[in-house]
T-cell receptor, first 111, second 110 residues
Framework: GQNIDQPTEMTATEGAIVQINCTYQ??????LFWYQQHAGEAPTFLSY????GLEEKGRFSSFLSRSKGYSYLLLKELQMKDSASYLC????????????FGQGTTLQVKP | DVKVTQSSRYLVKRTGEKVFLECVQD?????MFWYRQDPGLGLRLIYF???????EKGDIPEGYSVSREKKERFSLILESASTNQTSMYLC?????????FGPGTRLTVL
């Protein structure tokens, strides 16, 4: 079957670093995505990994290990506005763009 | 800027009603998607379309149908709404590997 696991909730302090993990088991793999979703809003694209390694984009980095079926999203210098849900999603094989989402991790940043 | 719009932000319907949720994108994308989002379950794919008049079932198509008569518009249809279809419905369109989401429609079925 297809399964994507991530923690339900996390709490961190403003200015700190937080790592949100995601493990996946899917039939086929065409890339892993991270989306950010603020309460009541649409998800917005953060990152895409298709090869092993770290992709850095400002305060956000995403890592992928295909052999381990594992990814993480790293948020540095946390700000209050980073309080949101973070969605891990895997693209199934083929060119349909179909995504399988995890349940999302709600991150609360405290002062 | 890619823009994906959905016809309503909030909708209240009665059990048994036929419900239409409309989604429009302005970037000539071929692939469009309908998801529902429920607490603890994440986003689940209902249907997707990879071209005009082409559609494929997602993971939870039961109770839903779709229509794609024009490239920019992808409609989700609830033939006979039921209370378990109360949810947030999100439409997306795809460019390259990135999906762009609409603002969502929160549907309540009474």
């Amino acid at each position: 079957g297809q399964n994507i696991d991530q923690p339900t909730e996390m709490t961190a302090t403003e200015g700190a670093i937080v790592q949100i993990n995601c493990t996946y088991q899917t039939s086929g793999f065409n890339g892993l995505f991270w989306y950010q979703q603020h309460a009541g809003e649409a998800p917005t694209f953060l990152s895409y990994n298709v090869l092993d390694g770290l992709e850095e984009k400002g305060r956000f980095s995403s890592f992928l290990s295909r052999s381990k079926g594992y990814s993480y999203l790293l948020l540095k210098e946390l700000q209050m506005k980073d309080s949101a849900s973070y969605l891990c999603a895997v693209s199934a094989a083929g060119n349909t763009g179909k995504l399988i989402f995890g349940q999302g991790t709600t991150l609360q940043v405290k002062p | 800027d890619v823009k994906v719009t959905q016809s309503s932000r909030y909708l209240v319907k009665r059990t048994g009603e036929k419900v239409f949720l409309e989604c429009v994108q302005d970037m000539d994308h071929e692939n469009m998607f309908w998801y529902r989002q429920d607490p603890g379950l994440g986003l689940r794919l209902i249907y997707f379309s990879y071209d005009v008049k082409m559609k494929e079932k997602g993971d939870i198509p039961e109770g839903y149908s779709v229509s794609r008569e024009k490239k920019e518009r992808f409609s989700l249809i609830l033939e006979s709404a039921s209370t378990n279809q109360t949810s947030m419905y999100l439409c997306a369109s795809r460019r390259g590997h990135e999906q762009f989401f609409g603002p969502g429609t929160r549907l309540t079925v009474l």
